[in-house]
């Protein structure tokens, strides 16, 4: 969830890092965030975000900065109930999204179409700022960029205690698997 940010703007951002080209501004087709839970007595489960808004501003990797937004109300795991001990466990209420602020982009190695990329940037969660700096992939379409990247969240990190059910039988684990997909370009 906290590298969506980097990673969408990291997207508008490949022609810089393929070379010392100008950023050109493009429009966010479809992001998504996905999270790979673990739980003790039940099947493991994933579930799903939209990425609701994504900008970013400067005219190259040096001066970039920009916004990931995802709205917790939008985070689904295809079992109601869940979704709710997943946004009660968050305080969705009080804290209804995560934000993340980029500040820079370091390129890495090209590989074809693909660029490797560090994304650093504040995550907020749960009311919680913290710096972090995110590995993830570019690859150009001629107008259109995807960006991939997987990471690990630790909900402790962002003072989340992890749902427990049945008198702490049911235990899920505090070490989440973030899976980003985001595409930019014309609609």
Same mark, same amino acid.
């Given at each position: 969830m906290? @590298?969506?940010?980097? /990673? $969408?703007?990291?997207?508008? /951002?490949?022609p810089a890092l393929l070379g010392a080209q100008a950023i050109t501004p493009a429009p966010l087709r479809t992001g998504e965030v996905?999270?790979?839970?673990? $739980?003790?007595?039940v099947n493991d489960f994933v579930g799903h975000a939209p990425v $609701? @808004?994504? &900008?970013?501003?400067?005219?190259?990797?040096?001066? =970039?900065?920009?916004?990931? +937004? +995802?709205?917790? =109300?939008?985070?689904?795991?295809?079992?109601? /109930?869940?979704d709710t001990h997943m946004r009660h466990a968050m305080h969705a209420?009080?804290?209804?999204?995560?934000?993340?602020?980029?500040v820079g982009v370091e390129a890495g190695t090209t590989q074809g179409d693909s660029t490797a990329a560090t994304f650093r940037g504040n995550m907020t969660i749960h009311?919680?700022?913290? &710096?972090i700096r995110v590995p993830g992939y570019i690859v150009l379409h001629g107008a259109s960029a995807d960006v991939t990247a997987t990471f690990p969240l630790d909900m402790?990190?962002?003072?989340?205690?992890?749902?427990?059910?049945?008198?702490? $039988?049911i235990r899920v684990d505090p070490i989440t698997t973030i899976t980003v997909h985001l595409s930019f370009g014309p609609q």
């Open positions: 906290r @590298q969506a940010a980097g /990673l $969408a703007l990291a997207a508008m /951002l490949a996905a999270f790979a839970m673990r $739980a003790t007595k $609701a @808004q994504a &900008e970013f501003h400067g005219t190259d990797l040096a001066n =970039v900065t920009g916004v990931v +937004v +995802v709205h917790l =109300v939008d985070m689904h795991t295809g079992i109601g /109930l869940r209420d009080s804290f209804p999204d995560i934000r993340f602020e980029l009311g919680l700022t913290k &710096e402790r990190e962002y003072a989340i205690d992890p749902p427990t059910r049945f008198f702490g $039988a």
